[in-house]
């Protein structure tokens, strides 16, 4: 038997239309027959060639992101961070001339500290060549105030509240937390429209937590906002990669099942021990790697 990871399933689907004939007449098969193309699944590379792409290092030519690199590059650890464009639909639509990325530094299983004023996590707005740190919820609500123009329909202040709580989660990220879509609200303040927002952490590896967003609306503009919610983390990486050859099996178990509960989210851990470890452990690693990818974890 192959394993979960090497053994493709192609369905064929034979589409085959049929008319029924007269009564008393043969059955007669009309329309040509059509196969499906087969489905083929994403293949996700293993540990190794992870750690070996994130050395080369090479991406797709970036200008803003550039911009942002050169801004970083006078904070000593800002390389030990990750950084990431924040695709928000709503944010390109009120703002199409900036670009939104975030930065959080490792919190696990060791957290690194950032240089100040850098914090564990961070968002930068890059237009031009002018880069804005946003460092809190605070930041972000003034920043929206500030850039957005006038505020005159129910789809620009929905707009606003989802790009509010998409930057807020970027705030409150560990890079485990994944978030259900905002769910927003509009209701008449009688100078012109109010926004309250939610969006809740998908409950996985035990992460619970929801982020809500207030706006209030008056002459046209945004007039306040206020931001708040609380997250819960669930298992995160703490030692489970080194006690995965310990002598006791029981030992071994919890911590092999709580790599597998963490999934693709542990990859940065896990490509980091990968880099570590020896023969018998990387062994390991990659036989639990492999079961995450299979699994759709």
Known sequence: ????????????????????????????????????QPVRPTVRPSLGELARQSQDGKQQVDPERETLQAYLSKYDNADLATLSRVKCDELSALLPKSSFFSLWFPQYPVAVEPSAPLKPTNVFVVTGEEVAH??????????????????RDEATVRQA????LILFQELKQDGFFEFARPKITLESNGEGMNALGEVEVVEKRGDKGRLTVRISCADGRIDTVKLNGQL????????QATRLLDPDPVIREIMRRDLIVMGSRAEHYLVAQWRKAGPRLKKELEKIWRQIVAEGR
């Open 134 to 151: 946003l460092r809190s919820a605070a930041d972000i609500g003034k920043h929206l105030q500030d850039c957005l123009g006038p505020v």
């Open 1 to 36: 038997m192959c394993s979960p990871v090497s053994c493709l399933a192609i369905t064929i689907v034979m589409a085959v239309s049929t008319i029924d004939a007269p009564t008393g007449g043969p059955s007669q098969q009309t329309g040509p027959t059509t196969v499906s």
């Open 232 to 239: 819960s983390p669930g298992i995160r990486p703490r030692c």
């Open 161 to 164: 509240a989802v790009a509010l």
